[in-house]
């Protein structure tokens, strides 16, 4: 049997197909089950919950963001073995995509409104980092996951104490996420300067806030 090799056309498309399913919530399924499975609800507060499902939303949209990247690096991605790499990934991240979307339902909360407009700068982003060599664009994954294993940690210790479901979900993400980032830099991505982390960093406070409200 023969493989055929995908041309343009057909990473586009298969681009477009992954977009809806990222967007419209529908056709994603989660290859590892929630690590929250089977634990009991906490008790929470109005406001406990209310916070909880802030976090939760900010989280959704970093993994919106995460397909949006991977799949855009892998579109301009110059050799097979970097673009499976980004493949691969973003398969993780659909788990992530499924899990927060579960606890948001749960915390009787939606996702973020502005997940289209996160979704098509990470696509951009990711295309830009690919086209220009396959070294900065496994950087870019690793300075990325720096960026969102910080946030992680940060919401880890800002959960409300007795939400032990969000809590087992981002540290499963968190360990991912250190995964992603370290296979980048061994597949042979480029370290980046502090500067451009800033910037980054930047960048990343501004879909927090925002989309914890949106």
Not at 178 to 191: V, Y
């Amino acid at each position: 049997m023969t493989t055929r090799n995908l041309s343009a056309i057909d990473r586009l498309l298969a681009e477009a197909d992954s977009m809806l399913r990222s967007l419209s919530r529908r056709g994603a399924s989660a290859a590892r089950p929630s690590p929250a499975e089977g634990h009991s609800d906490a008790d929470l507060t109005p406001e406990e919950q209310r916070h909880a499902a802030g976090l939760m939303r900010v989280n959704h949209t970093g993994e919106v963001c995460a397909q949006a990247l991977y799949q855009g690096q892998a579109l301009t991605a110059r050799t097979a073995g970097t673009r499976d790499e980004m493949l691969d990934a973003a398969q993780e991240e659909i788990d992530h995509l499924v899990w927060c979307e579960e606890r948001l339902q749960e915390l009787n909360a939606r996702p973020s409104a502005l997940n289209p407009l996160f979704y098509g700068a990470s696509l951009a982003m990711g295309a830009a980092a690919g086209a220009i060599s396959d070294k900065m664009s496994l950087g870019f994954v690793h300075a990325t996951e720096e960026r969102v294993a910080s946030h992680l940690r940060h919401h880890l210790k800002i959960l409300p104490r007795q939400d032990r479901k969000s809590q087992l979900i981002l540290q499963k993400m968190l360990e991912d996420e250190e995964r992603h980032g370290a296979n980048a830099l061994k597949a042979g991505g480029e370290e980046f300067p502090r500067p451009i982390k800033d910037v980054m960093s930047a960048l990343s406070q501004l879909m927090t806030r925002s989309t914890y409200y949106l």
